[in-house]
């Protein structure tokens, strides 16, 4: 993204640098100064080693945590405190076990004062765009783990916010119910064409799902060493497009990329020093 997109970024860091204090007194620097732009309507992904800082970014776009350097704009305005234009997919279902698919698709809207009735026929609605109108009176322990990412997909996007953040939300689940996940996300995200930013380990599910791909690099003072386009045509089928030419020649380029990080990040979670392969 450059000049006028930029200007007009949804999500947008300027100069962003994260230090933590541990509990011995040091100060451990997790992020450098880092700048990051996502237009509305964009899908963003990031990538990088573990613990290179990638959930941390996601929590600074949240309002979570405070960037220690920078600041964050969304749609132009700076942020203070909770995003409350974003919604947030974490990795981890965020579903009371005593309420029904329905009633915790609606929880979120009747606490932000929408009236009960209108509420629940939202939620209806939101259910069965995501595939789960007939288990709308199911409890959680009685879906898939499939189907629970669903009733969170839906509990967000109910609440129609104009960002979606996303934190290894498909890890957990099989690699074929990612691919259908990956595809339902892919459809609601065409129809409303909201800013996503999708921090993933997996390369092949950024590159089938993103406009972009961001790689970050090992820490501690991570930061952003690659942007790249996917130079990938929509609408996508994420089954398919992996077998196309312009697929494996991005993931080999964005790889290379990748691997050089991902062992730094091995060899110094390992404290050795030795020169990498």
């Known amino acids: 993204m450059q000049g006028d997109q930029r200007a007009h ?18 100060r451990y620097p997790a992020v450098s100064a880092t700048d990051l732009a996502v237009a509305s309507g964009e899908f963003v992904a990031l990538v990088g080693p573990t613990g290179c800082g990638k959930s941390t970014l996601l929590n600074v776009v949240a309002g979570l945590v405070a960037p220690s350097t920078g600041r964050v704009l969304i749609d132009g305005d700076p942020l203070s405190g909770i995003n409350h234009r974003a919604g947030y997919l974490f990795q981890q279902e965020a579903l009371f076990p005593w309420k029904t698919a329905l009633a915790n698709v609606a929880l979120g809207l009747e606490v932000k004062g929408v009236p009960r009735g ?49 934190d290894e939300p498909f890890g957990p689940l099989d690699a074929q119910t990612r691919a259908i996940m990956g595809e339902l996300l892919l459809e609601l995200w065409s129809a409303e064409k909201k800013a996503v930013l999708f921090v993933t380990h997996d390369l092949e ?33 994420i089954h398919e497009v992996r077998l196309t030419p312009a697929f494996l020649e991005i993931h080999r380029a964005l790889w290379h990329e990748l691997r050089a990080e991902v062992l730094k ?13």
């Open 9 to 26: 970024a949804a999500v947008r860091l300027e100069g962003v640098s994260i230090t933590y204090r541990l509990p011995d007194g040091r």
């Open 118 to 166: 209108e509420a629940r026929a939202k939620a209806e609605r939101w259910l069965a765009r995501v595939g789960l109108g007939a288990f709308a009176d199911r409890y959680p322990h009685q879906l898939s783990g499939g189907q629970k990412k669903r009733v969170g997909l839906a509990q967000v996007l109910a609440r129609e916010p104009s960002i979606l953040l996303m």
């Open 205 to 237: 599910e950024a590159i089938a799902l993103a406009d972009r791909v961001l790689i970050m690099s090992a820490g501690p003072e991570a930061r952003i060493i690659g942007d790249h386009r996917v130079p990938i045509a929509r609408p996508r089928d």
């Open 265 to 277: 990040g091995y060899a110094r979670s390992e404290g050795t020093t030795d020169r990498l392969p």
